[in-house]
């Protein structure tokens, strides 16, 4: 019950940011959660990055730089014993830069150790990698679907910029187009497994149509 009390004002805090980046905002909260969740980690200090304590994303629109920077966490604790929990911001910012189709993205983290080690003197170095191509669409769809993968896969493709880049844009792009074919639950456009020496990767359409039914007692 703690786990997900912690995980979930998590989310809200990072939520809470004014954005249109719809999926944007909902691909970064998935990350953080299954981060938490997979290191066996608990938050329990955050902090914002500024631009001066980062280098590496200056290429990256300021809006989106701003977002992946967001609650970032400071200080984490194991959920059991034994469990360390070392350079969380770091490896959640790679987390969330590969869930934005940077699946080369290379983070370290250095605190200054002559003052007291704290957010606002620590400093994250990123490497981006190279940027990869959207290859084929796949679309994860609930049982008793109305709307044909088809039509999903046909309007995701119109999204899809000339040079097939794959960027945080891209999907914000394909959300739009899949969600005015209906009105649904939820849209969620993300990253498939990346395609190695070719550069490219599978972009997933995870579509439910209506509400998840409520678990009976």
């Excluded at 500024?50 to 992946?68: K, W």
């Excluded at 003197?121 to 191509?133: D, F």
Aim: charged share 25%; hydrophobic share 40%.
């Amino acid at each position: 019950m703690f786990r997900r009390t912690v995980l979930a004002a998590f989310s809200l805090s990072l939520a809470a940011c004014t954005t249109p980046q719809h999926n944007t905002r909902a691909v970064l909260q998935r990350a953080d959660t299954r981060f938490f969740i997979r290191e066996q980690c608990q938050p329990k200090s955050t902090a914002s990055f500024s631009r001066d304590q980062v280098s590496g994303l200056d290429e990256l629109p300021a809006a989106l730089r701003e977002r992946l920077l967001a609650d970032l966490p400071v200080e984490a604790t194991g959920s059991r014993p034994f469990i360390q929990c070392q350079d969380v911001a770091a490896r959640l910012l790679e987390d969330r830069l590969h869930a934005l189709c940077w699946p080369e993205a290379r983070v370290t983290w250095q605190a200054d150790t002559v003052t007291t080690p704290s957010a606002s003197q620590s400093r994250l170095t990123v490497q981006l990698g190279a940027r990869y191509q959207v290859d084929a669409i796949w679309v994860v769809q609930r049982k008793n679907a109305t709307v044909p993968a088809a039509r999903i896969i046909k309007a995701a493709q119109s999204a899809i910029p000339k040079d097939r880049t794959c960027t945080a844009r891209t999907f914000e792009d394909i959300h739009a187009q899949v969600s005015k074919l209906g009105t649904f639950h939820r849209v969620l456009v993300v990253p498939g497994p990346p395609g190695g020496e070719q550069k490219k990767v599978p972009v997933v359409v995870d579509i439910s149509e209506k509400p998840p039914a409520p678990r009976g007692k």
